[in-house]
């Protein structure tokens, strides 16, 4: 998959679309040193829980999801982020259809 075009102005939530009982992801960029994801989720859907070998962090860029984290549910709405940390086991559920930025930077 191509990542976003460089040097050129973003409207982050209009690069990716909503599509029924599905969830999209569009890399907007990749490197060594990390990498940049957008997701939009349908109602409902969710990422069942798992771990990442390294800090993540969640942008919600429209609509409403929760994050559990280690066990700890976090209500996120539009404007909000949080940092999901290394090798702590996570889940997302979308409240509303959501869209986020995943910024993951590696070690």
């Known amino acids: 998959m191509a990542t976003a075009p460089k040097s050129e102005l973003l409207h982050m939530a209009e690069l990716v679309s909503y599509q029924d009982g599905s969830v999209v992801s569009r890399q907007i960029t990749k490197a060594d ?6 997701f939009a989720f349908d109602r409902e859907q969710e990422l069942s829980e798992h771990t ?11 609509g409403s999801a929760e994050i559990k984290i280690s066990g700890k549910v976090f209500n996120l709405e539009t404007g909000d982020a949080i ?25």
């Open 33 to 38: 040193a990390g990498n940049v994801t957008l």
């Open 52 to 62: 990442a070998p390294f800090d993540a962090l969640v942008q919600i860029l429209d």
């Open 83 to 107: 940092v999901m940390p290394a090798n702590e086991p996570h889940a997302l559920k979308a409240l509303t259809p959501f869209k986020m930025l995943l910024t993951m930077i590696r070690n």
